[in-house]
C-alpha cells in the first residue's frame, strides 16, 4: 500500500541501510495459507530456514529464531551471557545500543568509547581484559550508523585467550552480506536482523550461540521468559520455536534462503564486497575529478560492504540530501544519531546489483555537484 507521502518506488531504487528491499517473490510468499506452529509442516518450514541460515552464519550449530527486531537477541546475549561486568566496544550508535542493554539489565559496564567510524584495535581489548573481572565482551561487527568494520576474527582470537569471556557480537548489517564464520572464529553470540543483508521482510531475528554461552546461561535465574536462550536451543532441537512464530514471514524467509543458496554464500560475500569497493570508488571520483568536497566516515581497510556513511560537503545536510533523492525516485539514508546532520547512508546491500548501484550514485553524484552541492560551481 502506497499513500502520497510514500509513493511506490521502482525496483533496484531502495538504498536505506535497513529494511532492504525485498523482491517480489519473496514478499509474495507470504500470503500463502497458514497452518498450526506445532505441526508438522512448521517445522519443516523451521528447518528449511534455519539449515539455510547456517552457512551465512559459518556454523554447524542450530540458528535460533526469533519474531521480533535482533534488538531482542541482544539483550537475550546479555541476559544469557553476562554475570556482573561486561566490556563495551562503542564506535556508533548500535555498539552503544549493546551498552545501553547491558546498563538496563544491571550489570557492571565498562566501555571502550572510540570516534564514531573508528576500528577497534584488538590489542586495546586484550588490555582492558588483562585487568581481570569480565564476563562478556559485546562488538558490532558492522556498525550500521557509521560503516566502520570491527575486526572479528582477531577479536575472537583474543577472547578465546580468556576461558571465562565471552564474545557476544552484533552483526545485524553483517550476515548476509559480509564475512562471518562464528564457529571458526570462536564466537559465543552472533545475531541478526531479518530485514538487512538478508534482504527479508522486517519482524524476524537470527542467532547462533556456543555451547559454553548456553551452559552459562543455564547457572544464570534472572535470564528471563521470552528471551530466554536455553528455551530457545531447547525448542530448535525440534524444529521449533519457544513461542509462536510469525509463519507468514519465515514462509517468505525459506524462499529467500532459497534464493541465496543458488546465488551461493561466497558469491553473495563477493557481490557485497564489489558493491562497497564501487561507492568507495565513487566517493574519489566525486572529490578528486569532480570537485565535490566529500569523503568516507570509515578509513580504508575498516569498510564496511554494506553500507557505506559518506560526509556531506558543507552546507549541505542529510535530510535535505535524502529528501532530494527521495523526489528523484531513490531512497537512502540520513546519518543517524549525532551523525544525522552532515553525513549520508548507502545501504548497498542484500540483492541489490552492481548496476543499480551505478544507476543510484548516477544520481547522486548530480545532486551533490549541483547548485548547493559543495562542488565546482556550488554554494
Not at 196 to 225: I, N, Q, W, Y
Request: proline share 5%.
Amino acid at each position: 500500500m502506497t499513500t502520497d507521502l510514500t509513493p511506490a518506488l521502482e525496483p533496484g531504487r531502495f538504498f536505506l541501510p535497513g529494511p532492504t528491499e525485498v523482491r517480489p517473490e519473496v514478499l509474495d510468499a507470504q500470503v500463502e495459507p497458514l497452518f498450526g506452529h506445532r505441526s508438522d509442516a512448521a517445522r519443516e518450514l523451521v528447518a528449511a530456514v534455519e539449515r539455510g541460515l547456517r552457512p551465512l552464519f559459518g556454523t554447524e550449530r542450530s540458528v535460533l529464531i526469533g519474531t521480533m527486531s535482533a534488538t531482542g537477541f541482544m539483550e537475550a546475549a546479555v541476559r544469557s551471557g553476562v554475570r556482573r561486568k561486561v566490556l563495551c566496544i562503542v564506535n556508533g550508535a548500535f555498539s552503544g545500543r549493546f551498552a545501553e542493554i547491558c546498563r538496563a539489565c544491571g550489570r557492571d559496564v565498562v566501555v571502550v568509547d572510540l570516534p564514531w567510524g573508528a576500528a577497534v584495535d584488538p590489542g586495546w581489548v586484550d588490555d582492558h581484559l588483562s585487568q581481570g573481572g569480565f564476563d562478556a565482551v559485546t562488538v558490532a561487527h558492522s556498525e550500521t550508523s557509521t560503516g566502520a568494520l570491527n575486526p572479528i576474527a582477531a577479536l575472537g582470537e583474543v577472547v578465546g585467550g580468556y576461558s571465562d569471556v565471552l564474545l557476544l557480537v552484533d552483526s545485524v548489517t553483517g550476515v548476509g552480506g559480509a564475512e562471518m564464520a562464528a564457529d571458526r572464529w570462536g564466537l559465543d553470540m552472533v545475531l541478526t536482523g531479518s530485514q538487512k543483508a538478508l534482504a527479508m521482510p522486517p519482524g524476524l531475528a537470527f542467532a547462533v550461540a556456543s555451547t559454553r554461552l548456553l551452559e552459562r546461561a543455564d547457572t544464570l535465574p534472572d535470564r528471563g521468559f521470552y528471551l530466554d536462550l536455553v528455551r530457545y536451543a531447547r525448542y530448535a532441537e525440534s524444529n521449533q520455536t519457544p513461542t509462536t512464530p510469525a509463519l507468514t514471514l519465515l514462509t517468505a524467509a525459506k524462499v529467500q534462503a532459497d534464493r541465496i543458496r543458488r546465488e551461493t554464500v561466497a558469491t553473495r560475500w563477493e557481490r557485497h564486497l564489489r558493491m562497497a569497493a564501487r561507492c568507495h570508488a565513487w566517493v574519489e571520483e566525486m572529490r578528486d575529478e569532480r570537485g565535490a568536497q566529500v569523503s568516507i566516515l570509515a578509513p580504508a581497510g575498516a569498510r564496511s560492504p554494506t553500507v557505506t556513511c559518506v560526509v556531506l560537503p558543507e552546507g549541505r545536510s542529510g535530510p535535505e540530501v535524502v529528501g532530494a533523492m527521495r523526489q528523484k525516485g531513490f531512497v537512502i539514508g540520513a546519518g543517524y544519531g549525532k551523525l544525522k546532520s552532515r553525513t549520508i547512508r548507502i545501504g548497498h546491500m542484500g540483492d541489490h546489483t552492481i548496476d543499480e548501484l551505478d544507476e543510484l550514485l548516477a544520481v547522486l553524484g548530480g545532486e551533490l555537484e549541483g547548485p548547493g552541492g559543495g562542488g565546482v560551481g556550488g554554494a
